[in-house]
C-alpha cells in the first residue's frame, strides 16, 4: 500500500498516538528520561530523504492514551497544522482492556483518517503486533487481529499506507521489546521500524541494508528456573500495577505533555536521531 499521493518527500510530519509513538523503551543515550522512539528515527530519515535536508516534525503522543483521547485531544491540533504526513498509530491500550469493541475502534479511526486525507495529509496507519508469545496478553489476539482487518479495508479506502508489524517475524523477538513490560519496544525495535515505517511510504534510507528485516540468531535456551523468575518479575512489576491503575480510573499519561508539541525544524545532519 503507497501513499494516496505521489509524495516520497514531505515537509512537515506529526506523529499521534500513545506510549508506542512516544517512544518509551528508547531513551536517548545521554538523557534516559527523554524517549525518541520509531517516530523521531522516521522524522529524521524524512529529513534526509527531503530536498532541503529537513523536516518539521511534532510528536503530540503521550503513554496511557485510549483511541478516544487520541481523536479528541491529537487530531485537531494535527489538522490546524496543516501537514503533510501524519502517521495515527492507537487503539492498542483499547483493545488490552475486556469487552472493547474493535469494530467500534475501527469506524472511529476511519472517521479520523478521512479527515486527515481530507485535509491534504497522507496518513500513516500500524498494526497491531500479533500477541500470541506473550502470556497474558495473547488473550487479546482474537479482537487485535479484527481490528488489523479492519485497518487494511481503511487504507485501501482513504489512500493510507499501511506499517504491517503483524506479519514481521523479527518482531516476534523477546530481545525487541522490553524485559520489564514486554509492550515497548527497545530501542533496536524502535530502529527497525522507523526503518519499516521509512520503506512502507517508500523513502530511501542511505547507508542503511535491509538487514532490519531479518530476524535475530536464535537465543540460547534459559534454564526454567531463569524463566520462572523473570515471569514473576513480570506480573509483579507490569501486570499488577497496570491492574492496580486501571482499578483507580488512572493511566501512565495522567499530568503529561507532548514531547514534542508544535511542528519546528529538525535537520537530519543536526538530529541524533538519525544516529542509529
Given amino acids: 500500500m503507497q501513499p494516496g499521493s505521489d509524495r516520497r ?40 530523504a527531503s530536498p532541503t535536508g529537513e523536516v518539521e516534525y511534532a ?28 502517521s495515527l498509530v492507537a487503539g492498542g491500550n483499547d483493545l488490552l482492556r475486556p469487552g472493547v469493541d474493535p469494530d467500534r475502534l475501527a469506524a472511529d479511526l476511519e472517521s479520523a483518517v478521512a479527515a486527515l ?32 482487518a479492519h485497518l487494511w479495508s481503511i487504507a485501501a479506502r482513504h489512500g493510507a499506507v499501511v506499517l504491517d508489524q503483524w506479519g514481521a517475524a523479527w518482531l516476534q523477538d523477546a530481545r525487541m521489546w522490553d524485559p520489564g513490560d514486554r509492550i515497548h519496544l527497545t530501542a533496536e525495535g524502535h530502529r527497525r521500524t522507523a526503518l519499516a515505517a521509512a520503506a512502507a511510504l517508500g523513502v530511501g534510507v542511505d547507508g542503511e541494508d535491509t538487514g532490519w528485516r531479518t530476524p535475530l540468531a536464535p537465543a540460547p535456551p534459559r534454564p526454567a528456573r531463569e524463566v520462572a523468575a523473570q515471569e514473576l518479575a513480570w506480573v509483579r ?40
Fill in 9 to 48: 518527500t514531505w515537509q512537515r510530519y506529526i506523529a499521534l498516538g500513545d506510549s508506542f509513538t512516544e517512544g518509551l523503551s528508547d531513551p536517548e543515550p545521554d538523557a534516559p528520561d527523554v524517549f525518541r522512539g520509531w517516530a523521531d528515527r522516521l522524522a529524521g530519515h524524512l529529513a534526509a
Fill in 59 to 86: 510528536n503530540l503522543a503521550i503513554r496511557g492514551r485510549l483511541l478516544a483521547q487520541v481523536l479528541d485531544e491529537q487530531v485537531p491540533v494535527a489538522l490546524a497544522a496543516r501537514p503533510d504526513l501524519v
Fill in 117 to 148: 486525507r481530507a485535509a491534504g495529509a497522507d496518513v500513516l496507519l500500524a498494526t497491531g503486533v500479533d500477541p500470541r508469545q506473550t502470556p497474558i496478553i495473547r488473550r487479546t489476539r482474537g479482537r487485535v487481529a479484527v481490528f488489523n
Fill in 237 to 276: 512489576g507490569f501486570v499488577l500495577p497496570w491492574i492496580g491503575r486501571r482499578l483507580r480510573g488512572e493511566s501512565s499519561g495522567d499530568g503529561r505533555a507532548a514531547k514534542r508539541p508544535e511542528a519546528v525544524p529538525l535537520r537530519a545532519t543536526l538530529s541524533p536521531v538519525t544516529d542509529l
